[in-house]
């Protein structure tokens, strides 16, 4: 019953410190494409305006769900963003926006 087990010395992957290997669980890692970045609208064209009353404007900035789209998706810069989300505000409080959209049943 004596049990003989072999010692190996560990060794480790190829690669130097701070690599990782390209594959993983998941398989080998994809690039991402490459995506422009975006532009504040308002920014580029000076005759926009944001308006409380124009709802038709304002609905290219809420989801499906009747949330406010982040920065990072709509592209705004931080200080129209902001114009945005008030007028958002005020329009869902005069009820020209709907504060939610429609329960969606799983």
């Known amino acids: 019953?004596?049990?003989?087990?072999t010692s190996t010395p560990y060794q480790r992957p190829a690669g130097g410190p701070g690599q990782r290997p390209s594959g993983g669980p998941g398989?080998?890692?994809k690039k991402r494409p490459f995506q422009r970045r975006k532009v504040c609208r308002f920014c580029a064209e000076k005759?926009?305006?944001?308006d409380y009353k124009e709802p038709r404007t304002l609905r290219y900035f809420i989801s499906e769900r009747g949330k406010i789209v982040p920065r990072r998706i709509s592209g705004n810069c931080s200080r129209h963003q902001r114009e945005i989300t008030e007028a958002i505000k005020r329009a869902r409080n005069l009820a020209l926006l709907?504060?939610?959209?429609?329960?969606v049943l799983p």
């Open 27 to 29: 398989g080998p890692r």
């Open 47 to 50: 005759n926009l305006t944001i």
């Open 98 to 103: 709907p504060v939610a959209s429609t329960h």
């Open 1 to 5: 019953m004596s049990d003989e087990r």
